[in-house]
């Protein structure tokens, strides 16, 4: 074997390494610990845990500060979220984040509070979450999902 190749392969085992500590790091981050131990207290039914997110990607935030001064101290961020078959997003409640979620490729059920059995959502549905929300997702399909994420978020909790 020789020297580049070498090279390649420790190279491409450091990054697949790297990319499993990402992906298992970054379903953690889909729901804020405060909402998810919010729920629990309450007795919600639904999954405690997120589990099958592939891919967590922030595409970026802007400080609202800037533009309404009673805001300050908050950002509003997009992320894309792919979630594989079977993956869920564990139940939570939406306190002070509100949010909404765009379907962009795919299909999710949404079980929520608000509403009695589970809401599909397909491609180009939207979800909106206010405050007092509580809900959770999952993917019933063969194939994954893939939506965006918009957020109004404490900066502390970025």
Do not use: C
């Amino acid at each position: 074997m020789g020297y580049p190749r070498l090279i390649l392969i420790t190279f491409g085992l450091i990054l697949s390494s790297f990319s499993a500590f990402a992906s298992a790091d970054e379903g953690h981050s889909i729901v804020p610990a405060q909402e998810k131990a919010i729920a629990e207290k309450l007795g919600v039914e639904g999954p405690s845990e997120t589990t099958g997110i592939t891919s967590m990607q922030i595409l970026g935030a802007i400080d609202l500060e800037q533009d309404f001064a009673a805001l300050a101290g908050r950002s509003m961020r997009i992320r894309k979220v792919v979630i594989a078959p079977n993956g869920t997003v564990g139940v939570h409640q939406h306190t002070a984040r509100p949010g909404v979620l765009y379907m962009l490729d795919g299909e999710l059920t949404e079980f929520r509070n608000d509403h009695d059995g589970g809401q599909i959502r397909k491609t180009g549905d939207v979800s909106f979450e206010k405050n007092g929300v509580i809900h959770w997702w999952r993917n019933d399909s063969s194939s994954e999902a893939t939506a965006l994420v918009i957020d109004i978020i404490a900066d502390k909790d970025s």
